[in-house]
């Protein structure tokens, strides 16, 4: 097995987008990390939809979430190209912030020593093209 | 004993099981068929009785069945609309159909066919989906990628072992090692277990359950005719579908609260069934438990109050679920091992301990729980016994 995580290739993927998702991709190309709060109640709602499930309200502001740190992940191996290829593995990882309760964002943690690995470690957030916007990953703190 | 008017299974039918795809060139129409009619000569009825249908979220077409299955009419033809979740939820759609008198024979109908398209991949579609996208950028393809995650959670949290999922996959095979309509017939040790390969850890290959084609139906009828027909009537003592908003798109949503996130999602159906029904964990004899992955069955036996929550993995350890022990579940080899029809061979395994014919029978087994599978909901789950 391959020491760290793939980084995957995700400039083919065209990110789909509706009214109540775009404000995160707008921020996402900018490399900020915004998650959606409800104007009228200070809930924080994941995925970003229409209505506060706490108070219905339609209002929503976009904030940082705060420190992001692993609250569970997985990993799956990922054949490599042919036989001769290496075995690689991928960790799909679901974090949560400090500063965001109730918002929990999965997607992959990146060039990862699986030893290393582990809930409740630190992690930041980084940034790979897409081919309409960039998209976030996550990197173990003091591995970036 | 109970004045409630219940409806009863009076009929069971199914297909062999086959490995994924190997049942073409059969169609799925067909296999639905085969299972029909097999269901209506069991009862000793004819599909001139029939004139009601109960299915859960899976696409079939009730004019297509009717047209080639030769109904002339269906007074009543509704869906669960939850998917594994919703299968134990066709049982309350018969009972309501025959308790309102909308109908007097329903079919509860479940299917399916791997070709081309498998229910382990079915997530991939999320990456179309704005919200469902993260999952495409995590790469969770499939429900059991999904819930590892939960798992591993649940072991962080409990302690839970490695050991408890192996336990639950060995259990499995034991009864399934019986069986004759079972796939997957050879004993299991731990080592082996073990050295199964992992495919999401903490999930290896073994806690993945088998993809399978098949067919089952069941005739429902209500209790005062089901006395004049050729079985022994199995009643529909209780049935519950509920859906809560912590639980929600389960492994599709992944943002579940504690304790939901680290649960099979069943909590709720749980309490109303048992409320519902009047009947608790303690009068179950046998658990026909959905098992599409061996955690989950550890879960489930925590949400329906077998054990408390995080103990599920001591509890299986200690031999709970096997033949004899306290409460033995899927003696027919479950999903793990006998085949994978999205949970309707539960409903055919409980049938049989009810009546008393089972391969790996109960003794004196009265009542038995189905519950329905960890996936979006509504959540359903339903109690049988063979006494009124």
Redesign the interface.
């Known amino acids: 097995m391959s020491a760290r995580s793939i980084c995957p290739d995700f400039s083919a993927l065209e990110v789909p987008m509706d009214h109540w998702s775009e404000p995160f991709w707008r921020a996402a190309e900018e490399h900020r990390l915004l998650v959606p709060r409800c104007g009228a109640c200070g809930t924080f709602r994941w995925p970003s939809g229409p209505f506060c499930s706490q108070c219905q309200s339609q209002n929503v502001e976009w904030l940082p979430p705060g420190q992001g740190r692993i609250y569970s992940f997985t990993v799956l191996p990922v054949r490599g190209d042919g036989e001769a290829a290496p075995p690689q593995f991928r960790i799909p990882a679901l974090v949560v912030f400090d500063e965001a309760p109730g918002v929990r964002l999965v997607s992959s943690l990146v060039d990862a020593p699986a030893a290393a690995v582990a809930i409740d470690a630190l992690v930041e957030v980084d940034w790979l093209a897409a081919a309409n916007t960039t998209v976030p990953v996550f990197r173990l703190r003091g591995e970036s | 004993m109970s004045a409630k008017s219940e409806a009863a299974i009076v009929g069971v039918g199914a297909t062999p099981y086959y490995y994924r795809g190997t049942s073409a060139p059969q169609t799925v129409p067909e296999l639905i068929g085969k299972a029909v009619f097999a269901a209506l000569a069991d009862a000793g009825l004819t599909i001139k009785d029939v004139d009601g249908f109960a299915f859960f979220a899976y696409g079939f077409d009730p004019g297509s069945l009717i047209e080639q299955l030769g109904i002339e009419q269906l007074t009543f033809s509704h869906i669960v609309s939850g998917y594994g979740g919703g299968m134990a939820g066709v049982l309350d759609l018969a009972s309501m159909g025959i308790e309102t008198g909308r109908a007097k024979t329903i079919l509860c109908i479940g299917a399916m066919q791997q070709t081309g398209r498998r229910v382990g991949q079915s997530l991939n579609m999320l ?5 469902g ?8 393809s499939g429900p059991g ?1 999904a819930l ?3 798992v ?2 649940h072991m ?1 949290l409990y302690g839970t072992r490695r050991e408890a999922f192996g336990e639950v996959v060995m259990a499995s095979r034991a009864a399934a090692a019986t069986r004759e309509t079972a796939l997957r017939r050879k004993p299991l040790t731990l080592d082996e277990y073990m050295a199964s ?7 290896c290959r073994l806690d993945f359950c088998l993809e399978t084609d098949g067919a089952l139906a069941f005739v429902v009828t209500s209790s005062e005719r089901a006395a004049d027909l050729r079985q022994r009537p199995v009643y529909i003592a209780g049935a519950a579908q509920v859906a809560t ?1 912590n639980w929600g798109r389960a492994f599709f949503w ?2 579940q ?1 504690e304790p939901e996130f680290v649960s099979a999602g069943a909590t709720a159906v749980a309490q109303r069934l048992y409320e519902t029904s009047g009947i608790g964990p303690k009068d179950i004899d046998v658990a026909l438990i959905y098992d599409h992955f061996s955690p989950l069955v550890i879960m489930q036996l925590e949400d329906y109050g077998f054990c408390k929550r995080g103990e599920g993995g001591p509890f299986v350890e200690s031999g709970a679920i096997r033949q004899g022990g306290s409460i033995p579940v899927n003696p027919h080899g479950g999903h793990l091992s006998e085949g994978y029809v999205v949970g309707m061979t539960h409903i055919r395994e409980a049938v049989e301990q009810l009546r008393g014919t089972a391969v790996n029978q109960v003794k004196n087994a009265k009542t038995a729980l189905v519950t329905g599978g960890p996936a979006p909901v509504p959540m359903t789950a339903a109690i049988l016994r063979n006494e009124r």
């Open positions: 990456g179309a989906n704005p919200d996208v993260f999952h495409a950028l995590a790469g969770l990628q590892a995650l939960s591993r959670r962080h390969p992992m495919l999401a850890d903490p999930l908003r992944l943002n609260p």
